[in-house]
T-cell receptor
Framework: EAGVTQFPSHSVIEKGQTVTLRCDPI?????LYWYRRVMGKEIKFLLH????????ESGMPNNRFLAERTGGTYSTLKVQPAELEDSGVYFC???????????FGPGTRLTVT | GENVEQHPSTLSVQEGDSAVIKCTYS??????FPWYKQELGKRPQLIID?????GEKKDQRIAVTLNKTAKHFSLHITETQPEDSAVYFC???????????FGKGTKLSVKP
C-alpha cells in the first residue's frame, strides 16, 4: 500500500509569490489533515477534510492560505501571497473514517526569502 | 488552550541504555495518545499509541505509559540502538474533529 505522498519536497520562493502544495492521501482514506512545523517548534494543525468537505479549518493562520480537496481525493494548499513567516515544513496526514491513527507524508519544506 | 509539554528537548544516551520521554497534556477529555518518530529527512512515523482505557502498552523495546489523573504519558525505549536516534513527538487527539496536538519534540541521540 502506497503511503501519503506530497509534492514538491522542497520549494523556495520569494516573498509575495504564490506556491501550491499537493498531498495525495492513502487510497480510501476519507480524512485528510494539513499540519505545519515552523523552525523547531511543534507540529501545528491547520485544517481537516472529510472527503471534499472542510471539517475544521480553525488552524489556518489567515486568508492567505487556501486549501481544497475537489473530488475528495488529493488536496492542495495554496499560499498567496507568501510571507517570510510562512517558511516551514508542511505535512499532510490521512486516516480511515472512524479511526484515530493518522499517517503522515514526508512533508514539503517551504522557504520564503 | 490545548497544548502538550514535552521533556526533555534533547536526550543523549549510550547504546544499550534506556531513554524516557515525558509529556503532560491539558485536555482531560482526550482518549488517544500517539507517539511519532521522525528520522532526519523522513516522514513522522507512528511507532506506538495508547488509549485511555489502558495504563501501559508495550511493543518490543518500546513502551508507553499513561496516567490520566495526572495527565501524563511517557515513552520508554529500552536497550537503545543507534538507529533509535531521531526526533520523537508525543501527541494527543484534541479538538472536536480529530486533529492531533503535538509536543515540541525530543531529539534523541544514541551513541555507539
Amino acid at each position: 500500500e502506497a503511503g501519503v505522498t506530497q509534492f514538491p519536497s522542497h520549494s523556495v520562493i520569494e516573498k509575495g509569490q504564490t506556491v501550491t502544495l499537493r498531498c495525495d492521501p492513502i487510497s480510501g482514506h476519507d480524512n485528510l489533515y494539513w499540519y505545519r512545523r515552523v523552525m523547531g517548534k511543534e507540529i501545528k494543525f491547520l485544517l481537516h477534510f472529510v472527503k471534499e468537505s472542510k471539517q475544521d479549518e480553525s488552524g489556518m493562520p489567515n486568508n492567505r492560505f487556501l486549501a481544497e480537496r475537489t473530488g475528495g481525493t488529493y488536496s492542495t494548499l495554496k499560499v498567496q501571497p507568501a510571507e517570510l513567516e510562512d517558511s516551514g515544513v508542511y505535512f499532510c496526514a490521512s486516516s480511515w473514517t472512524g479511526t484515530s491513527e493518522q499517517y503522515f507524508g514526508p512533508g514539503t519544506r517551504l522557504t520564503v526569502t | 488552550g490545548e497544548n502538550v509539554e514535552q521533556h526533555p528537548s534533547t536526550l543523549s544516551v549510550q547504546e544499550g541504555d534506556s531513554a524516557v520521554i515525558k509529556c503532560t497534556y491539558s485536555d482531560s477529555a482526550s482518549n488517544y495518545f500517539p507517539w511519532y518518530k521522525q528520522e532526519l529527512g523522513k516522514r513522522p512515523q507512528l511507532i506506538i499509541d495508547i488509549r485511555s482505557n489502558v495504563g501501559e502498552k508495550k511493543d518490543q523495546r518500546i513502551a508507553v505509559t499513561l496516567n490520566k489523573t495526572a495527565k501524563h504519558f511517557s515513552l520508554h525505549i529500552t536497550e537503545t540502538q543507534p538507529e533509535d536516534s531521531a526526533v520523537y513527538f508525543c501527541a494527543y487527539l484534541g479538538g472536536s474533529q480529530g486533529n492531533l496536538i503535538f509536543g515540541k519534540g525530543t531529539k534523541l541521540s544514541v551513541k555507539p
